[in-house]
């Protein structure tokens, strides 16, 4: 068994590798800018001077950890830089390598955006001293985003034509429009796309994002919520708590409820207990929880309908210094309808699978014999053909973990019930990618152990199961 485990063990680093590296790579793919999302969230988005924007921009970067590589290496081609991860700015970066892609040429196109950047703080200093320059520094800001030569050719034409017709812009800002449209001429006369088919691997060292994302992970260290600044830990641990008390509350009413259901509709087949529960079963099974829970919601705590017997959506109002007795009767009667809503499906299937099961068993050779000996029908179905109908079950018992992790989404938000599942729902509307990339990190490993969780238990209801080779 130790070397099994350890075996599993070892088969699971590899896969805990390839899902964070999913994980990683899906949140640098996410929509949106992660560091002006957190300056907006928090107060700090408008900035009237661009150096306090540059600076609010850099600090905030390193706060996140994104001034660093993301990875160990990258395979590109010899016409990227290794030093493109310091353009902080995720939408000028991006314009920079579609530059890269036409033209090949970076320290030219380095040359460029910094004729870009100086153009652009000149344009800066001249607010407030003449009107002309409302005209010509939205089209140098334009320039960040514009890769198109026909649209930066434009962009320049124009900015090089407002600047000519007013005398102040011309003394001040009218060397950095001309030394800006030089270097964009320069850039397109020093192409060197045969460059960007050259392979090139750079190497970055360990001090990248997702190595320092990795290492916190298994530190438990997940980070800040883009919303609040408030630690994931924290956000996930007050959901978590509802979502576990609701979720070990139904699978415990369903397993203790299934099981007896299971095994003597089986032993009783086509019996009137079996069909009356077959059918039951059946009709509780078909209908969809978000119906069920929607149609509770609206026929037992609206008085609208004369059956206001349960309160109304939440978890109650009660502040948290109120009697410990008085919270938990409040928290209680709002979660029997949630609760209810998670059980009946799960109470439908795993009694099917028992039944099924028992089928199975109790067909078997040895079975028979302890009917023929005269054995009392107790024994018979609870030690013998029950303790070898459990595979279905434990199957299933692996897929618990996750899913008592993760909550359910449709319960949750129907009833306002501020679990993990409408958590990770409000995380991913509002775009706080360090919840919803955790939970998927954390639901990944309790899949993982759940599976081998499952392993043992198929050993300890069985005992002929064998985790070595068969050396017969």
């Known amino acids: 068994m130790l070397q099994y485990l350890l075996k599993r063990l070892l088969i699971f680093l590899p896969t805990l590798l390839v899902i964070s590296l999913l994980a990683f790579g899906l949140s640098k793919m996410a929509p949106g800018d992660p560091v002006e999302q957190r300056n907006r969230d928090m107060g700090g ?20 950890g994104l001034d660093k590589p993301v990875f160990y290496l990258s395979l590109s081609s010899a016409a990227y830089p290794d030093t493109l991860y310091r353009i902080f700015k995720r939408d000028e970066r991006e314009n920079l390598v579609k530059l890269i892609q036409q033209y090949g040429n970076w320290e030219a196109i380095s040359n460029y955006y910094h004729a870009i950047r100086k153009a652009d703080q000149g344009t800066e200093q001249l607010l407030g001293k003449t009107e002309a320059v409302r005209a010509v520094r939205p089209l140098i800001k334009q320039l960040y985003l514009a890769y198109k030569d026909e649209r930066i050719s434009s962009l320049l034409d124009k900015a090089a034509s407002q600047t000519a017709g007013d005398s102040t812009l011309q003394a001040t800002i009218g060397t950095s429009v001309a030394q800006l449209q030089e270097t964009y001429s320069q850039l397109k006369a020093q192409a060197s796309p045969g460059r960007l088919y050259i392979p090139d691997i750079k190497w970055y060292g360990f001090d990248n994002q997702y190595h320092n994302w990795i290492t916190d992970f298994l530190t438990l260290d997940f980070g800040e919520s883009f919303i609040d600044s408030r630690p994931v830990a924290d956000k996930m641990g007050d959901a978590l708590r509802w979502t576990l008390t609701m979720n070990l509350l139904a699978i415990l009413i369903a397993y203790l409820l299934s099981v007896p259901i299971g095994v003597f509709s089986a032993v009783w087949k086509d019996s009137t207990f079996d069909r009356v529960t077959t059918l039951l079963l059946f009709v509780l099974y078909s209908l969809p929880n978000f119906w069920i829970a929607t149609m509770l919601v609206v026929f037992f705590t609206t008085p609208e309908y004369g059956m206001d017997w349960f309160p109304s959506l939440g978890l109650g109002d009660l502040p948290p210094d109120a009697p410990f007795w008085q919270r938990f009767v409040e928290a209680g009667t709002h979660l029997v309808l949630p609760v209810f809503c998670l059980a009946y499906g799960a109470l439908a299937f795993i009694s099917r ?19 023929a000996k005269g054995l009392n029908a107790q024994p018979v179905i609870w030690k013998h053909a029950f303790s070898n109908a459990l595979f279905p079950i434990i199957t299933m018992f692996a897929s618990i973990f996750p899913a008592v992790f993760a909550g359910s989404v449709v319960i949750e938000v129907i009833f306002n019930i501020p679990g993990m599942g409408k958590l990770t729902v409000d995380a991913i509307f509002q775009r706080d990618w360090p919840v919803v990339y955790t939970v998927l990190m954390l639901a990944a490993i309790l899949t993982m152990t759940g599976i081998l969780v499952a392993d043992i238990l198929y050993a300890m209801a069985d005992p002929r199961v064998s985790y070595g080779k068969d050396k017969n």
């Open 45 to 64: 988005g408008l900035q009237r001077e661009l150096r306090d924007a540059d600076r609010v921009y850099r600090e905030t970067s390193e706060y996140l």
């Open 353 to 371: 699978q028992v039944r099924g099961g028992m089928l199975n068993v109790i067909r078997q050779d040895y079975i028979r014999t302890a009917w």
